[in-house]
């Protein structure tokens, strides 16, 4: 890389200062949290960042919304997990350091062919070809059980090469910290990115593709280098999974994967550098944590993905943002009437489509008449009358609190208030 | 002395319309050309032939004696022509440093960006700095194109187009929307910051015609009609029938 590069990368005036922080957070957590369902937890977190700030890549910072993107994830693990079992019996296995290079080149191998139909177009045509060819990919994968090992997937075994440099990668802790060193290097990365010349660019086609020719560069030439870089950060992320799981199925590449890329990249917001990042921790928290505690977790996230793009379209991340501005201005007020209060407001509505939800199940599923579900620590009987009308209750006042907050908002800050807010977001853009 | 750019009986029709029925137009270095005509001319969408947005159906456009009809826009921007549009298009998302910063990367030798890191930065950022002060936005130079009044849109617009050093330059509509006191210190604007250009304009207030050019083309339903000195083609018998005959030269129809 050129001096330039670094230039932009070091010059004071940016904010690197969330990098180092992820450094540190990612170096403490697993001190903190010991257990080896945690550290393994840690170790999803780690891959599911890298896995969103590749799509984020794409969505937030070139617009192009893709709907495959679990194929370039998918297929670096596959390599990665042949690479890890030995190409050709033994003769030709990587040691497990090296495995998600393996993933990373697969993916960017994959997105560079597939990108040359994909982004030919971008906006809806893009997303419906991204689609397509998810489809397809997957599709082709349980056709070719040699390779993709069918319904039951290609397992693998980390700990067969035996410890590398002293280290026993076997262990669910220095496999950890292998993911958590990739993860911080591919932010690294991808921030760097960001402030590149192409990265400039690649905002620029985001708002006006059709300027972009008009200053001399082909939109088209700059979607596909975006694609085939994001194309191998998400093969990385799919290597650092075939490495943490030691199996790879076809679920990896299908389109449930994908449509989890896009909701959870969004939910931590796509207008924010910090944004996917956080967006990986609640992907591995929803679809983990929160399974084991409901059977309806997908229906909570259906319902908080909604409630997200109509009501906090820049995410976590950009939700958080404007409250920062408005107590950076010194403005409590508009800090809780932005942040505290709607989120207080959201969540009690939430939990009160919660309780119904599981009342409808407990009806549903119930062994014997009178049986009791818990809902956040109470115990209800989806029986008794008067606990429905509690929980419509709850519902209906938490729902219209907020529509009225919605509307005093608007009324006292109409415009200005949604205008900042982009502006604040926009400008925690790298 | 040979044209910087020419065009050569350029016909464009869609369909069974004709938009453009055989314009021949040669244009001298360092000239001004303004482009007139009543609404539905065919003055942008000739702009859109030479600026590579539209292919013509036969003809030729040379830039510098050589061919670029029907090549695509990026293309015809690397060879040194450069347009403006009557709607702003800028890059809205983005602030108005970051605007010129993308306008100025070709100019700078960034080809593909990610194969070449051509010069240091300081280079362009000068050169950002100048454009800013230029245009007068050096204290909007963070602010989101999007948050703009439209004057400094407009600005910002010709900026962008000016920044890359084109040697052509096509600008549609550039007072489009603005009162009188902002065209005026706006033609300015244009005249300081183009000189030594070549300059296409597409223009409908007279004033600003008269003020800023130097050769006058006259095209109506898609026929160049008169082209010569501004005094020359104001006196045309045709132009007058045509455009300015009604108003006496004096404003716009539209307005």
Same mark, same amino acid.
């Given at each position: ?76 693990? +596959? ?96 496999? +950890? ?20 010349? #192409? ?11 059709? =300027?972009?020719?008009?200053?001399? +560069?082909?939109? =088209? ?31 990896? #590449?299908?389109?449930?994967?994908? !449509? ?14 910090? !944004? ?23 229906? +909570? ?34 800090? =809780?009437?932005?942040? #505290? ?70 009324? =006292? ?18 | ?10 016909? *464009? ?20 050309? @303004? ?25 030729? $456009? ?55 890191? @051509? ?12 454009? *800013?002060?230029?245009?007068? *936005? ?6 989101? $194109? ?9 600005? *910002? ?58 050769? $006058? ?15 020359? $083609? ?22």
């Amino acid at each position: 890389m050129s001096p330039g590069f670094l230039r932009d990368l070091t010059s004071p005036a940016r904010p690197t200062t969330g990098l180092l922080v992820l450094a540190l957070v990612l170096g403490l957590a697993p001190l903190i949290f010991r257990s080896s369902l945690s550290v393994n937890l840690l170790t999803q977190m780690a891959v599911a960042m890298v896995a969103c700030l590749s799509f984020n890549l794409l969505y937030g910072q070139g617009g192009m919304l893709s709907f495959g993107h679990a194929v370039y994830s998918g297929l670096g693990a +596959y390599l990665a997990i042949h690479a890890m079992n030995g190409i050709g019996g033994a003769l030709f296995r990587l040691p497990v350091p090296l495995v998600p290079l393996a993933g990373a080149l697969g993916g960017m191998v994959a997105a560079a062919l597939l990108g040359l139909v994909a982004t030919r177009r971008a906006g809806t045509p893009f997303a419906m070809i991204t689609l397509g060819l998810g489809e397809l990919v997957a599709a082709a994968a349980l056709m070719m059980p040699g390779i993709f090992g069918g319904e039951g997937g290609i397992a693998g075994n980390r700990a067969s090469g035996g410890p590398i440099a002293g280290i026993d990668f076997g262990a669910a802790l220095p496999v +950890y910290f292998l993911a958590a060193a990739y993860a911080w290097v591919a932010a690294v990365l991808l921030f760097a990115l960001a402030r590149t010349p #192409l990265g400039r660019l690649l905002n620029a086609v985001r708002d006006n593709p059709e =300027r972009v020719e008009f200053i001399g +560069y082909d939109p =088209r030439w700059i979607r596909y280098w975006a694609f085939v870089i994001a194309g191998c950060f998400a093969g990385l992320a799919g290597g650092l999974a075939a490495v943490a799981f030691e199996i790879v199925t076809t679920e990896a #590449l299908g389109a449930s994967r994908s !449509g989890a890329y896009l909701l959870f990249t969004f939910l931590g917001g796509t207008q924010h550098f910090l !944004g996917p990042i956080f967006g990986g921790v609640l992907m591995v928290l929803a679809s983990v944590v929160f399974s084991e505690l409901t059977r309806a977790w997908l229906l +909570y996230l259906g319902l908080v993905f909604i409630f997200g793009v109509l009501f906090a379209p820049g995410g976590l991340t950009g939700v958080a943002a404007s409250v920062v501005a408005a107590l950076r201005r010194g403005d409590l007020q508009s800090a =809780r009437a932005r942040g #505290l209060a709607p989120a207080v407001a959201g969540l009690g509505f939430l939990a009160g489509l919660v309780a119904l939800t599981e009342m409808l199940y407990g009806l549903q599923f119930r062994s014997s008449p009178g049986q009791r579900v818990r809902v956040l620590g109470l115990a209800v009987d989806p029986s008794r009358i008067d606990h429905w009308a509690w929980a419509l209750l709850v519902t209906a006042v938490f729902a219209g609190w907020f529509g009225w907050m919605r509307r005093e908002v608007g009324r =006292r800050m109409p415009q200005a208030d949604l205008s900042e807010t982009v502006a604040e977001s926009a400008k925690a853009t790298p | 002395m040979t044209a910087i750019l020419e065009l050569r009986d350029v016909r *464009l029709s869609l369909g069974t319309a004709h938009i453009l029925r055989g314009i021949s137009l040669p244009v001298q270095s360092g000239e001004r050309v @303004a482009v007139i005509g009543p609404n539905g001319a065919g003055k942008s969408t000739l702009f859109d032939v030479i600026s590579g947005r539209r292919a013509p159906s036969s003809g030729q $456009v040379l830039l510098q004696g050589e061919r670029i009809d029907g090549r695509p826009p990026y293309r015809i921007h690397r060879r040194g022509l450069s347009r403006s549009f009557q709607i702003t298009s800028l890059f809205s998302r983005l602030s108005v440093r970051e605007n010129l910063r993308c306008a100025l990367l070709c100019s700078e030798g960034y080809r593909y960006p990610l194969l070449r890191w @051509a010069k240091p930065p300081a280079h362009l950022l000068g050169r950002v700095a100048h454009w *800013l002060s230029v245009l007068g *936005l050096e204290a909007r130079s963070e602010t989101m $194109v999007g948050d703009l009044a439209y004057a400094e849109q407009r600005a *910002l617009e010709l900026g962008v187009t000016l920044a890359g050093n084109a040697q052509v330059v096509l600008l549609d509509e550039p007072t489009a929307g603005m009162s009188r006191t902002e065209t005026t210190r706006f033609v300015e604007l244009i005249r300081r910051a183009s000189a030594g250009r070549t300059l296409l304009i597409v223009e409908h207030d007279m004033s600003v015609v008269f003020e800023l050019a130097d050769q $006058v083309a006259v095209l109506d339903a898609g026929e160049l009609i008169a082209c010569g000195a501004p005094a020359t $083609v104001r006196d045309d018998p045709r132009v007058r029938a045509a455009y300015l005959g009604p108003l006496h030269g004096a404003q716009t129809p539209e307005r």
